[in-house]
């Protein structure tokens, strides 16, 4: 169960139900729980799905990994491929 306090403020300022509230919570803290390599995993796949190439892809991928809220070390293009293709 999450924090009660912060269900209680997600209850009271937004529509969610405290089962609501309390999934929500669990979801984001899952995912930011996510080891950096089954992100970059998870993450080339899916642009890769969409057409996107290589380059511009382990780009997106190092920007979006420093905006995260626990941001990991910063990591190349070498040592992202190297996490995609062994």
């Excluded at 405290?18 to 089954?38: K, M, N, T």
């Excluded at 992100?39 to 190439?53: D, F, I, Q, S």
């Excluded at 995260?68 to 293709?85: C, F, N, T």
Aim: no cysteine.
């Amino acid at each position: 169960m999450p924090d009660p306090a912060l269900v209680a403020h997600l209850v009271a300022t937004t529509t969610l139900t405290p089962g609501e509230a309390a999934r929500v919570i669990d979801d984001v803290v899952a995912f930011h729980a996510q080891p950096v390599e089954q992100y970059v995993r998870e993450r080339h796949a899916r642009l890769k799905t969409y057409g996107a190439k290589n380059p511009e892809i382990f780009e997106r991928i190092a920007a979006e990994l420093a905006e995260r809220v626990v941001a990991p070390p910063v990591l190349s293009e070498r040592q992202l491929r190297r996490i995609v293709y062994g």
